[in-house]
C-alpha cells in the first residue's frame, strides 16, 4: 500500500517556473514505477511522466519533452516535476501516481494522489 500526497501547485505566469513534489508513504514505494499525470475538466488524464525505482528509465509526454524534469529521491520517499516554460496549455491538476509496470497508461498505476492545481496565466 502506498500513500501519495502532491504538493506545490498554484498560479505562475507563463514561461514561468513551479516544482511539484509528491510525497509518498508506504514500505514498498522505492519498488513503483512513479508517474505524473494532468487532466482538465471534460478531458481525459493525460500522461505527463514517468521514472523507474533506479531512475534508469524516464519517458515524458510529447507536449512536456524539453521543458519538464521528473526525479526522485528514494530516501526521503519524494517525487518531483520541474517544470519550466509553463504555457496556459499546462493548466491542469497534476496527479502523481505508482505502479509496477513501466507505462503510460492510467489503468496501470495502482495508486493516486488528490492532485495539485497549476494554473498559468497568459
Known amino acids: 500500500q502506498v500513500q501519495l500526497v502532491e504538493s506545490g501547485g498554484g498560479l505562475v505566469q507563463a514561461g514561468g517556473s513551479l516544482r511539484l513534489s509528491c510525497a509518498a508513504s508506504g514500505r514498498t514505494y522505492n519498488r513503483y514505477v512513479m508517474g505524473w499525470f494532468r487532466q482538465v475538466p471534460g478531458k481525459q488524464r493525460e500522461f505527463v511522466a514517468h521514472i523507474t525505482w533506479s531512475g534508469g528509465s524516464i519517458d515524458y509526454g510529447d507536449s512536456v519533452k524539453g521543458r519538464f524534469t521528473i526525479s526522485r529521491d528514494n530516501a526521503k520517499n519524494t517525487l518531483y516535476l520541474q517544470m519550466n516554460s509553463l504555457k496556459s496549455d499546462d493548466t491542469a491538476v497534476y496527479y502523481c501516481?505508482?505502479?509496477?509496470?513501466?507505462?503510460?497508461?492510467?489503468?496501470?498505476?495502482?495508486?493516486w494522489g488528490q492532485g495539485t492545481q497549476v494554473t498559468v496565466s497568459s
Open positions: 501516481a505508482a505502479g509496477g509496470r513501466v507505462t503510460t497508461r492510467t489503468d496501470d498505476y495502482n495508486y
